[in-house]
């Protein structure tokens, strides 16, 4: 079936330098995309979304790209933080369905 | 802010026994939404409901069973507990206004022995 999956299981990157976490999707039908962010034993916790209209979206440090020709999804993290360490989930979501999909995860290390 | 609770947040139970999840959406929230989240992999959808009623169904086993109350609470109970079933159940919910944006509750860790 069609899934939202990530092209890296850890990305580390140097505290204060940028991260930038990718995502791949295939079901062309999907018209909203959520960032979560789960640290360890907690609930996903959302971050930014993007609807399939937009191009690009941008929160406060983070920024989410949408290529619907490659069907490619990324957060960028600015000036990242010890507190972003965590594992972070692109979801999809089909218009007419409840369920969110999610892909599988990257765990984002910061390094001092 | 006020969010998602969940109940009980850790619970261990034996093989073939019931369990029973409870999740109390963020107020004026009225669709929730249940995950199943094993070691190491991302959320897997259960069930939804919105108002009261089941919106959507996705991988839930046919012994898992949930329904929402009146006052938008909502419940997820497991029968015939396996080994397989240990993993974080999480609840979402979601406002009428904003219904694609789930906000997920901390979870309840089952450990089924």
């Known amino acids: 079936g069609e899934s939202v999956g990530l092209h890296l299981p850890t990305l580390s990157v140097q505290e204060g330098d940028n991260s930038i976490i990718n995502c791949a999707y295939s079901?062309?039908?999907?018209?909203?995309f959520i960032w979560y962010k789960q640290e360890s034993g907690k609930g996903p916790q959302f971050i930014i979304d993007?609807?399939?209209?937009?191009d690009k979206r941008q929160g406060q440090r983070v920024t989410v790209l949408l290529n619907k020709t490659v069907k490619h999804l990324s957060l960028q993290i600015a000036a990242t933080q010890p507190g972003d360490s965590a594992v972070y989930f692109c979801?999809?979501?089909?218009?007419?369905?409840?369920?969110?999909?999610f892909g599988k995860g990257t765990h984002l290390i910061i390094q001092p | 802010a006020a969010g998602v609770i969940q109940s009980p947040r850790h619970l261990i139970k034996e093989k073939r026994e019931t369990a029973t999840l409870k999740c109390y959406p963020i107020?004026?929230?009225?669709?929730v939404y249940w995950y199943q989240q094993g070691p190491g992999q991302d959320p897997q959808f259960l069930i939804s409901f919105y108002e009261k009623m089941q919106s959507d169904k996705g991988s839930i086993p046919d012994r898992f069973s949930a329904q929402q109350f009146s006052d938008y609470h909502s419940e997820l109970n497991m029968s015939s507990l396996e080994l397989g079933d240990s993993a974080l159940y999480f609840c979402a919910s979601s406002s009428d206004t904003q219904r694609e944006t789930q906000y997920f509750g901390p979870g309840t860790r089952l450990l089924v022995l």
């Open positions: 107020p004026r929230h009225d669709t």
């Open positions: 993007i609807r399939s209209n937009m």
């Open positions: 079901n062309s039908a999907s018209d909203y």
């Open positions: 979801a999809e979501n089909d218009e007419g369905a409840d369920g969110l999909t």
